[in-house]
């Protein structure tokens, strides 16, 4: 018999008017929307429904706005569904996802979760303002060939994957002219497409430990339990139950790259079979496709 996993979004999810239908039609939806607000000191749900685009896309507020959309959407499906909520039986989450995916696991409480993303998000943004750094989507090479174009690129700066999401998609992340040399070296060698991103810096990189050092005490001051059921972790693809332990990873997936491919493929050969995607967007479902066409993920998008 199958197994049923529950999957959280990432940054680059969000969109203006995420979350605007689940707010207006489930209050347990819109009181997370009100309780964020009573949190972050700002209307959050203002910023998601009504913009504009370039405050959302802030990294330090489109994180806490994807986490609270995320488990709005989550609250949705549970009324709707609540035997399916409940079949859950790991999570795992795209980055800042994996915050939203020890929240649904009890792991975190939802308002220890929104600091942590808040706390998380200046932090990352304070790092790519104090040194310029960049990402770049390279698809249709293999790892092993980016890997080589990063070591070839990289000189004296910063230049490693950052995220293996799927076959023939991975993101590099360095240093600006890192990633310039790189992209032209990519679209070289034959990738099919070479996309800078409009993020706002080097994130999984070794120029996000000043971040670190900020997220550490945050870490530090909030409260973790063993999760109820397991979570896949973005670091090393496996799942971890000591509160301690899951710090400490949380900590380490700040500079170090996220292998969603491997923990999806850990996930498929430990017998899940069944996939939800909870929060804005279909990123994680298409990655899906691309790594088991077998399966058929669902989802239940906030702006549906």
Same mark, same amino acid.
């Given at each position: 018999?199958?197994?049923?996993?529950?999957?959280?979004?990432?940054?680059?999810a969000?969109?203006?008017?995420?979350?605007k239908?689940?707010?207006?039609?489930? *209050?347990?939806?819109?009181h997370?929307?009100?309780r %964020?607000?009573?949190?972050?000191?700002?209307?959050?749900?203002?910023?998601?429904?009504?913009?504009?685009a370039?405050?959302?896309?802030t990294?330090?507020?489109?994180?806490?706005?994807?986490?609270?959309t995320?488990?709005?959407?989550?609250?949705?499906?549970?009324?709707?569904?609540? @035997?399916? +909520?409940?079949?859950?039986?790991? +999570?795992?989450?795209?980055?800042?996802?994996?915050?939203?995916?020890?929240?649904?696991?009890?792991?975190?409480s939802?308002?220890?979760g929104?600091?942590?993303?808040?706390?998380?998000?200046?932090?990352?943004?304070?790092?790519?303002?104090? %040194?310029?750094?960049?990402?770049?989507?390279?698809?249709?090479?293999?790892?092993?060939?980016?890997?080589?174009?990063?070591?070839?690129?990289?000189e004296?700066?910063v230049?490693?994957? +950052?995220?293996?999401?799927?076959?023939?998609?991975?993101?590099?992340?360095?240093?600006?002219? +890192?990633?310039?040399?790189?992209?032209?070296?990519?679209?070289? %060698?034959?990738?099919?497409?070479?996309?800078?991103?409009?993020?706002?810096?080097?994130?999984?990189?070794?120029?996000?430990?000043? %971040?670190?050092?900020?997220?550490?005490?945050?870490?530090?001051?909030?409260?973790?339990?063993?999760?109820?059921?397991?979570?896949?972790?973005?670091?090393?693809?496996?799942?971890?139950?000591? *509160?301690a @332990?899951?710090?400490?990873?949380?900590?380490?997936?700040?500079?170090?790259?996220?292998?969603?491919?491997t923990?999806?493929?850990?996930?498929?050969?430990?017998?899940?079979?069944t996939?939800?995607?909870?929060?804005?967007?279909?990123?994680?479902?298409?990655?899906?496709?691309?790594?088991?066409?077998?399966?058929?993920? @669902?989802?239940?998008?906030?702006?549906?």
């Amino acid at each position: 018999m199958g197994k049923t996993a529950f999957l959280f979004s990432g940054q680059g999810a969000q969109a203006v008017g995420m979350g605007k239908p689940l707010f207006d039609a489930v *209050p347990a939806a819109a009181h997370l929307y009100e309780r %964020a607000s009573e949190i972050l000191g700002y209307d959050l749900a203002d910023v998601c429904f009504n913009g504009p685009a370039e405050k959302l896309n802030t990294t330090a507020v489109c994180q806490p706005a994807i986490y609270v959309t995320s488990l709005a959407a989550l609250e949705a499906f549970k009324a709707a569904n609540p @035997e399916e +909520a409940s079949s859950a039986e790991a +999570a795992a989450g795209l980055s800042l996802g994996e915050y939203t995916a020890l929240a649904f696991a009890g792991a975190l409480s939802f308002e220890d979760g929104l600091r942590l993303l808040q706390k998380r998000g200046e932090a990352m943004q304070r790092a790519s303002d104090a %040194a310029a750094g960049g990402m770049v989507s390279v698809l249709g090479l293999e790892n092993e060939k980016v890997e080589s174009l990063c070591d070839q690129a990289r000189e004296n700066d910063v230049l490693l994957p +950052a995220n293996y999401l799927c076959p023939g998609n991975i993101v590099v992340s360095g240093s600006a002219a +890192a990633c310039e040399r790189v992209a032209a070296l990519a679209e070289e %060698a034959g990738a099919m497409k070479v996309v800078p991103l409009t993020v706002a810096g080097a994130f999984h990189t070794p120029l996000m430990g000043s %971040a670190a050092d900020i997220l550490s005490e945050a870490l530090a001051a909030a409260e973790f339990r063993t999760p109820r059921i397991p979570v896949y972790s973005n670091v090393d693809a496996r799942t971890h139950t000591d *509160p301690a @332990e899951i710090r400490q990873i949380l900590l380490k997936q700040l500079t170090s790259p996220v292998l969603w491919e491997t923990s999806i493929r850990a996930m498929l050969d430990a017998g899940f079979d069944t996939f939800y995607e909870s929060g804005p967007g279909r990123v994680l479902r298409g990655l899906m496709k691309r790594i088991n066409r077998k399966i058929k993920p @669902e989802g239940f998008n906030p702006a549906d």
